[in-house]
């Protein structure tokens, strides 16, 4: 069979893309705290500049909003997977998109740490992960096993790369009409776009085949990765890969939003030295959404050729060599190996966004996906620790020293347990 598919399923591709460019809010949420954050004024009424009228946070609580938002959102994924296994990914993908967009609008709106805890994270983080759930099993339900890699790498890059665009917009929009404003603008922009790229999503017909992979003359097929069985989400759990898989979630996760949380201060403490970077921390943020995007698409692309264990292995130990050097590279002022260092941590955290939903396709099927990766995500969400532990860290020793030695060491936990996992056989195999 001719390795092609019809124009619906990369239609399907590309507008599951733009809802996650709107659902990756989240990777920019450094641009709001460096607005907002001052540990000796914690508390105090902001009465000049773009933030006007709202308080001063520790880096504690800048925290929160986010990890709230990050355990709330990986548990949605359960619900969300459901409705996009069982409604569609239009209901999934439009619900979640406005959730989102009514979160960002009551958080410019009440002007406080309650309204970020209520809006961000909570709103935020219904929003992201009923909505997030719907796309990319749509998606892969349109190709085969050889191209889940890439598949998921394209959709999940809308979500990665959103910072790209959201980072240095979200700067304009604060510098012009202030923090508030710059929420509410965001809210009616993600609200229309959802809407429009949402109503364009769609599962496989069913009996849809899915083309093989292209097969040279006198080369005998290669023997498929993945299962042939679907395995319903209450047999997963059974299974001792389902809670590897989660493990190796946190693991993947945790460096990443480590780092996310925490860039546009990052940037500013070791561009002392330079007054552009430090009034435009905003393009640390904006780089680690490119090298998102890009690590999203690349590991899902080499996954499919190197296997899932090499390209997570690959991933996660430059990634941990990168963190051990990282608060002598921000002690240096060296910008060159600033920017390298957090690339190589967004590169990994994106490659794992890619391959996990692969993984879980190959190990348990692609009809329950949306149920099954909502469970598997559940490590996504426990992966939130770290930073909010690093902001602890922060405010008892002044650095991210030791949340970067920490955030290390798990890397390189997740990698064994990746080594010794592999795919379960299903009984009726």
């Not at 700067?171 to 923090?179: D, Q």
């Not at 990282?326 to 890619?354: C, D, E, H, K, R």
């Not at 030791?402 to 290390?408: Q, V």
Request: hydrophobic share 55%; net charge positive; aromatic share 12%.
């Amino acid at each position: 069979m001719a390795d092609t598919v019809p124009g619906k399923a990369w239609k399907v591709v590309f507008c599951g893309t733009a809802v996650n460019l709107c659902l990756g809010i989240l990777y920019a949420w450094s641009v709001w705290t460096k607005a907002l954050i001052d540990v000796k004024k914690a508390g105090q009424l902001i009465t000049e500049g773009p933030a006007v009228g709202w308080t001063y946070l520790t880096n504690a609580e800048a925290a929160t909003p986010f990890s709230l938002c990050v355990i709330i959102f990986a548990l949605l994924m359960i619900p969300g997977g459901r409705i996009q296994d069982k409604a569609g990914p239009k209901v999934g993908a439009i619900t979640g998109g406005l959730f989102l967009a009514v979160g960002c609008i009551i958080a410019g709106l009440m002007k406080s740490y309650a309204g970020l805890v209520i809006g961000f994270g909570i709103f935020g983080g219904i929003g992201m992960g009923i909505g997030y759930a719907a796309p990319t099993p749509a998606a892969l339900s349109w190709f085969g096993p050889h191209k889940r890699g890439l598949i998921a790498g394209l959709v999940v890059g809308g979500y990665g790369g959103a910072a790209l665009y959201i980072g240095p917009l979200a700067s304009y929009l604060i510098a012009t009409g202030g923090v508030t404003y710059s929420w509410i603008f965001l809210g009616i922009f993600f609200a229309a776009v959802v809407i429009l790229a949402g109503s364009q999503l769609s599962k496989a017909p069913a009996g849809y085949v899915a083309p093989a992979a292209p097969v040279k003359a006198g080369v005998a097929p290669a023997k498929a990765a993945g299962t042939i069985i679907d395995w319903a989400p209450s047999e997963i759990f059974k299974t001792w890969q389902f809670f590897a898989l989660v493990i190796m979630f946190i693991g993947t996760t945790q460096s990443g939003l480590l780092v996310i949380a925490n860039a546009a201060p990052i940037l500013a403490t070791a561009a002392k030295g330079s007054p552009f970077l430090m009034a435009n921390t905003w393009i640390l943020v904006s780089w680690g959404g490119l090298v998102n995007a890009l690590g999203r698409v690349g590991t899902g692309m080499y996954s499919d050729k190197i296997g899932r264990d090499n390209a997570y292995t690959i991933n996660c130990l430059v990634s941990a060599g990168a963190l051990f050097l990282l608060a002598t590279i921000i002690a240096s002022g060296n910008i060159f190996l600033l920017f390298l260092a957090v690339g190589i941590a967004y590169w990994q955290y994106g490659g794992g966004l890619a391959l996990m939903p692969a993984y879980t396709a190959d190990f348990f099927g692609p009809k329950n996906l949306g149920m099954n990766y909502g469970l598997v995500f559940i490590g996504w969400g426990l992966g939130f620790f770290m930073t909010r532990l690093a902001g602890t860290i922060k405010d008892i020793t002044g650095t991210l020293t030791w949340a970067f030695i920490l955030s290390a060491i798990v890397l390189i936990i997740a990698v064994v347990v990746s080594r010794v996992t592999k795919r379960p056989m299903h009984g009726t195999e």
